[in-house]
């Protein structure tokens, strides 16, 4: 029931900056608030965790990506951005918002672990 739209991806030079978005949505409610992390698939099998930011709006961020990625919320909660500064090749990659907890109902009703459809990055040198 829980839907994700991931945007705001494309193709920068070494340095640049890009701002993904993330926009939740649950069927028949309108007053959910969410957990919500990031993950990205580069030249790896693996997908990475990068990010990670609660519904009351406090970040969490892998070491690697620390001070130069930053994650907030939009004016409705049901929005998060991620803001990837002076990005370098080895950013490259699938990035992939998820709803690791869905709250709506006044918290009665608890969805998880929906996926968005991914966000190409792509940075050139």
């Known amino acids: 029931q829980v839907q994700l739209v991931e945007s705001g991806g494309g193709s920068v030079q070494t340095g640049g900056s890009l701002r993904l978005s993330c926009a939740a949505s649950v069927s028949g409610y309108t007053d959910c608030i969410y957990d919500m992390s990031w993950y990205r698939q580069t030249s790896g099998a693996e997908r990475e965790f990068v990010g990670f930011i609660s519904r009351d709006g406090k970040p969490l961020y892998s070491e690697s990506v620390e001070g130069r990625f930053f994650l907030s919320q939009g004016g409705d909660k049901n929005t998060v951005y991620f803001r990837l500064n002076n990005l370098s090749p080895e950013d490259t990659g699938m990035y992939y918002c998820?709803?690791?907890?869905?709250?709506?109902?006044?918290?009665?009703?608890?969805?998880?672990?929906?996926w968005g459809q991914g966000t190409q990055v792509t940075v050139s040198s």
């Open positions: 998820k709803v690791d907890h869905a709250l709506c109902d006044s918290e009665r009703q608890h969805f998880y672990d929906t």
